[in-house]
């Protein structure tokens, strides 16, 4: 690198004010400036993969080279087969490098759900983290093997094409309530409004230490990787077992000083508190829980016991572009029975709260939020009705329709108060029940289908009934869940009924079978039930008695 290059700012997005002066580099050039003043400097690691800046920014020249090579040109979607492994941020820069899109796929999807993905993206490209078969014809495919003799072999040059403000930066899949995903499509300037608006909040600078608990395929990775990456910080991909006394080890022996957890994995975490303690964790200076609702006792107990570190309570949705508000936890509420409000909009968010006829709601009334700005997705790959469904325009903003219904508190915080739909998030993954549905009613012989989240031995389940003439139906919709959906996504109990209940009013009541359903589960292992007139019968698993 040249003088000039090493004395280049970060990024505008930097803590440091003499790095907000300047201007965003190219999305390729993400680690450019920090690979040049720290290029011994270890970036990425992984447990069996480290990468200093230099070999980061290395790579990815070299593999943009071979996706040129392969036919990627500014404007392609590259997809990438996702693990958690230090191997994926090099794809998704070196994408960028050729001005093209980053596509992060779920590497352990079932193939045909990929197939339909991939056909859908027409994508130029595909680099898989393993050696799996390619999965569509006529497509560049990069297995594991191959990146590693190319990434391992002669270093190759090259120029980064920038990307301009208005071109797709990467698409995340979300579930969708059609029975088919539906593809994000986020800008650069929604990207780099993002960095900006949330880096006042996470304060990342180079000499943060990220632990990245997040799965690629989940927007939260350009967060607690992309970002921190952009800055000089190191983070480290956790792949182990997301145990309590794992997890614990590797935020101290990394030196974590930004932890980013979905509020599952958080109170896998703390589990009963005691090893919650500066002892523990003596480098953690910011702890940050959102994508799903936190029990205020794990936020009150980890503001208790580590006082000096921040502790946050942030929310947004992927069409928002990962965050968009966020609350700081600095005054523990011991008699807090409700979650603690997701506070208030980042710079540049402008928020709304609304009735169904999409007015503004008074002082105290729950409405739906709206979230606007500079944000808000382009809109779903291919789904333009779905897309001016969910994204609306008011007085010159646009802003998108995120069904989730939120109220302003006394201090002008607002509060999460529930969903106006089927979308439920189960460990941080954002499900539309939706889709479950759509899935099972494609089998044939299936009448009606009804899907909820019930309790079962203290966790909340996936449960979905099926109404069809023969029991055995149960192995037909098995089969099709296994082979659309992804682990996550499959229910947990799965129950037949010859035909609906009928409530007072001679409506169907779907709800009354799947309590009936949640019902019988109790008190057993098992998973499949057939529902008669009355009293539902455990089916043994595997197996479906007529």
């Excluded at 006529?138 to 120029?159: F, I």
């Excluded at 930004?258 to 994995?265: F, G, K, M, Q, R």
């Excluded at 201090?411 to 089927?422: A, W």
């Excluded at 499959?490 to 007072?504: D, N, Q």
């Amino acid at each position: 690198m040249t003088t000039s290059e090493l004395q280049e700012s970060l990024a505008p997005w930097s803590v440091d004010a003499d790095d907000r002066a300047c201007t965003a580099p190219p999305l390729g050039d993400l680690v450019r400036v920090a690979a040049a003043r720290w290029p011994t400097r270890t970036a990425v690691d992984d447990g069996t993969v480290s990468l200093t800046f230099g070999a980061f920014e290395e790579r990815a020249q070299t593999l943009a080279r071979h996706l040129a090579a392969g036919g990627v040109r500014a404007g392609d979607r590259v997809v990438v087969l996702t693990e958690k492994s230090a191997l994926v941020p090099v794809v998704a820069v070196a994408a960028w490098k050729c001005g093209a899109v980053y596509v992060p796929l779920d590497g352990t999807a079932p193939p045909e759900r990929l197939r339909r993905m991939l056909a859908r993206l027409a994508a130029r490209a595909v680099v898989a983290l393993d050696d799996r078969p390619a999965l569509v014809d006529d497509v560049p495919w990069t297995g594991r093997r191959a990146l590693d003799a190319l990434l391992d072999g002669p270093v190759r040059t090259w120029r980064t094409v920038p990307h301009r403000p208005d071109d797709s930066a990467y698409v995340i899949f979300t579930s969708g309530s059609t029975g088919e995903p539906k593809g994000v499509d986020v800008t650069v300037a929604n990207l780099t409004a993002y960095f900006a608006a949330h880096n006042e909040v996470l304060r990342f600078t180079p000499a943060s230490r990220v632990l990245s608990l997040s799965p690629f395929h989940f927007d939260v990775s350009v967060e607690d990787t992309l970002l921190p990456l952009s800055l000089g910080a190191y983070v480290h991909q956790f792949r182990g077992v997301p145990a309590g006394p794992m997890l614990r080890g590797a935020i101290r022996r990394q030196r974590i000083t930004h932890l980013i957890a979905v509020s599952t994995l958080l109170t896998i975490i703390t589990q009963d508190g005691r090893q919650v303690t500066r002892e523990t964790f003596p480098d953690l200076e910011m702890v940050m829980t959102g994508a799903e609702v936190c029990d205020p006792k794990v936020i009150n107990l980890w503001k208790t016991r580590l006082p000096g570190t921040r502790v946050l309570n942030v929310y947004g949705p992927t069409e928002a572009t990962i965050v968009c508000l966020a609350y700081e936890v600095r005054d523990v509420d011991p008699d807090r029975v409700g979650s603690y409000p997701i506070g208030t909009p980042l710079r540049g968010v402008e928020v709304r709260l609304v009735d169904d006829a999409g007015a503004p709601v008074g002082p105290g009334e729950v409405g739906e939020l709206w979230v606007g700005g500079p944000q808000v997705m382009r809109g779903y790959v291919d789904q333009p009705d779905e897309t001016a469904r969910r994204v609306v325009v008011v007085d010159g903003v646009r802003y998108y329709r995120t069904g989730d219904l939120c109220s302003y508190d006394d201090d002008g915080q607002l509060v999460f108060r529930g969903r106006d739909d089927d979308e439920v998030k189960l460990a941080g993954r954002r499900i539309h029940l939706g889709e479950i549905r759509e899935t099972a009613l494609s089998c044939p012989a299936v009448e009606r289908a009804a899907v909820a989240v019930v309790p079962r031995d203290g966790h909340d389940v996936i449960a979905l009934l099926v109404v069809a003439p023969d029991p055995d139906v149960l192995d037909v919709v098995e089969a099709r869940l296994d082979e659309l959906l992804p682990t996550y996504m499959r229910p947990t109990l799965l129950g037949w009924s010859p035909s609906l209940a009928v409530a007072s009013t001679g409506k169907t009541d779907e709800k009354d079978l799947v309590r009936r359903l949640a019902d019988a589960a109790a008190g057993t292992a098992r998973t499949r039930f057939l529902l008669g007139a009355a009293d539902a019968a455990p089916v043994p698993d595997g197996a479906v008695r007529a």
